[in-house]
């Protein structure tokens, strides 16, 4: 069964930082591309970011390019989510999920909440 075990959610000021881990087994985080999706209260999930199992392939929202950086952690089995200059329109529901080869959204975390006060 594929886990992902998110943290780092909080309530943080406008322009402060935060960092999201997702965590889940070696066998999924060598497989698997993944991605932090997020949503908002009344809106669609939106991407916000994605890497290739390799590390090598990164997409990044142009709605947080040159704030947010994703990356692995290959020895903790860990993606992360670095969100700098945050603002209140960042506020949302965070969730972290994995692509499988087909190119579907398959696997989900439970999500971690992101409020950022102004």
């Known amino acids: 069964q594929v886990q992902l075990v998110e943290s780092g959610g909080g309530l943080v000021q406008a322009g402060d930082s935060l960092t999201l881990s997702c965590k889940t087994s070696?066998?999924?985080?060598?497989?698997?591309?993944m991605g932090w999706f997020r949503q908002a209260p009344g809106k669609e999930r939106e991407i916000v970011g994605s890497?290739?199992?390799?590390?090598?392939?990164?997409y990044h929202a142009d709605s947080v390019k040159g704030r947010f950086a994703i990356s692995r952690g290959n020895a903790e089995n860990t993606v992360y989510l670095r969100m700098n200059s945050l603002k209140p329109e960042d506020t949302a529901v965070y969730y972290c999920?994995?692509?499988?080869?087909?190119?579907?959204?398959?696997?989900w975390g439970q999500g971690t909440q992101v409020t950022v006060s102004s």
């Open positions: 070696a066998r999924v985080f060598s497989w698997y591309n």
């Open positions: 999920a994995l692509q499988d080869p087909s190119g579907a959204w398959t696997y």
């Open positions: 890497m290739a199992r390799g590390g090598g392939i990164t």
